[in-house]
């Protein structure tokens, strides 16, 4: 058998085509191979979405829960602001009492603990 150029070059292109035949199916295993993991980082997208939602909730309900103990807190300091003025403004008064008015503000006072006590001297 006698080869020529012709035959040479046949078997060249039928070299080629089984060569493009192994390799266009090794593409596609490997784009199979591919979407499978397209579609296992799709799933984990999905549980992230997931808890980025349940934390968005929680986040939602503890800010709620900071804004009403916020107020409590300003209820709070207000009362304690009025009692301070309240109290600043007895002591001060209580600088301005003749030692009379002292006198029976004190004896008003204790004599009136003495009758809640049931004694003489509140013992």
């Known amino acids: 058998m006698k ?5 040479i070059l046949l078997l060249i292109i039928a070299v080629l085509a089984v060569f493009n035949i ?8 490997d ?29 939602t309900s ?19 602001s009025r009692i301070k003025t309240n109290t600043n403004d007895k002591t001060n008064n209580v600088n301005f009492l003749t030692v009379p008015e002292l006198t029976k503000f ?3 006072r204790y004599d009136s603990t003495s009758k809640v006590t049931g004694g003489k001297n509140g013992h």
């Open 106 to 108: 004190f004896s008003d």
């Open 62 to 80: 503890l800010d709620n829960d900071i804004w009403s103990i916020d107020g409590s807190i300003d209820s709070v300091t207000n009362k304690i």
């Open 3 to 7: 080869i020529d150029k012709t035959n």
């Open 31 to 59: 784009v199979a191979g591919y979407n499978k993991k397209i579609d296992m980082i799709q799933k984990e997208i999905d549980s992230v979405s997931q808890e980025n939602k349940k934390i968005t909730t929680q986040i």
């Open 22 to 29: 192994f390799t266009l199916k090794r593409i596609q295993t």
